[in-house]
């Protein structure tokens, strides 16, 4: 009799075992989705090319272009579309190399929160004299997952 209590005590770890790995694999599992990976992306705005530069990456894609004022000044715009993952936010920056002594509104935008697919953020600065050129548009995205 004794012999069987053994061999069930015996089954009953092995169980407990097995269930502790279950849940060390579904911790791992979950912290691991919940993790974010930064992108870098910069796109270079200047009204002597007046391009529309684009990057797309398949998950995100990041857009940058510039509207004339008519006085001399540019409207900097940029839109950042969830494509294909969720983004866990963003900053933008406008970084100008010419004179940016007039530029309204320079400094850190951030994004925050969860953008679903098929949405976008977007922003702009203005006004920001033809001296300021040429400028960069810097992005910082955040998506789900490792990669």
Request: proline content about 5%; some cysteine.
């Amino acid at each position: 009799m004794k012999r069987w209590n053994y061999r069930a005590q015996g089954s009953l770890e092995y169980l407990f075992m097995i269930a502790v790995a279950l849940v060390i694999v579904l911790i791992v599992f979950r912290v691991a989705t919940g993790l974010s990976t930064p992108h870098t992306i910069m796109l270079n705005v200047d009204p002597q090319g007046m391009t529309h530069p684009v990057d797309d990456s398949g998950k995100f894609k990041v857009e940058a272009w510039l509207e004339d004022n008519g006085d001399g000044t540019y409207k900097v715009e940029y839109r950042i579309w969830a494509l294909k993952e969720r983004l866990n936010g963003a900053k933008v920056e406008l970084v100008c190399f010419g004179d940016p002594q007039h530029v309204a509104g320079l400094g850190l935008i951030e994004h925050e929160g969860v953008l679903e697919p098929v949405n976008y953020w977007a922003n702009y600065w203005t006004p920001v004299p033809r001296e300021a050129f040429p400028c960069q548009v810097q992005f910082i995205v955040w998506t789900e997952g490792l990669g």
